[in-house]
C-alpha cells in the first residue's frame, strides 16, 4: 500500500498551499499519519503529525502556528494546511502511516513510520 500525495506546487513567500494524503486499499482512519519534507542531500525532516485515537496533533517548532494538519475520515484523507510559507519550506513533501502507535508521539524517526508515497514538490520563490 502506498499514500498518495498532491497539492503542491510553485508560490511566492508569504502564500499558502494545502496539501492531500489519500490512499487506496487503506483506512487513513485507522492510522496516526505524519507529513515529512525532504530537500536533496538532507534525510526526511517530520513535519507534522495527526493521531488516529483522538485526532490531537503534533507540529516541528519551525511550523508552529504556520501549518496546520487535519484529516478527514469520510474522504479518506489527511490534509497539511501550509500558510506564510518561507523559501526554506522548499521541499519533497510526503505523508505516510507511522507503524506502532495511533498517537503522535512528536518523534518522527523514518522506520517507524511506512507506506511512503512519491512526494509532491513545493517550492517556494519569488
Known amino acids: 500500500v502506498q499514500l498518495v500525495e498532491s497539492g503542491g506546487g510553485l508560490v511566492q513567500p508569504g502564500g499558502s498551499l494545502r496539501l492531500s494524503c489519500t490512499a487506496s486499499?487503506?483506512?487513513?482512519?485507522?492510522?496516526?499519519i505524519g507529513w515529512f519534507r525532504q530537500v536533496p542531500g538532507k534525510e526526511h525532516e517530520g513535519v507534522s503529525c495527526?493521531?488516529?485515537?483522538?485526532?490531537?496533533?503534533h507540529y516541528v517548532d519551525f511550523v508552529k502556528g504556520r501549518f496546520t494538519i487535519s484529516r478527514d475520515n469520510l474522504k479518506n484523507a489527511v490534509y497539511l494546511q501550509m500558510n506564510s510559507l518561507k523559501p526554506e519550506d522548499t521541499a519533497v513533501y510526503y505523508c505516510?502511516?507511522?507503524?506502532?502507535?495511533?498517537?503522535?508521539?512528536?518523534?518522527?524517526?523514518?522506520?517507524?513510520?511506512?507506506?511512503w508515497g512519491q512526494g509532491t514538490q513545493v517550492t517556494v520563490s519569488s
Open positions: 505516510a502511516t507511522q507503524r506502532h502507535s495511533r498517537k503522535c508521539s512528536g518523534s518522527y524517526y523514518y522506520f517507524d513510520f511506512g507506506s
Open positions: 486499499g487503506i483506512n487513513l482512519g485507522l492510522y496516526a
Open positions: 495527526i493521531s488516529s485515537s483522538d485526532a490531537t496533533t
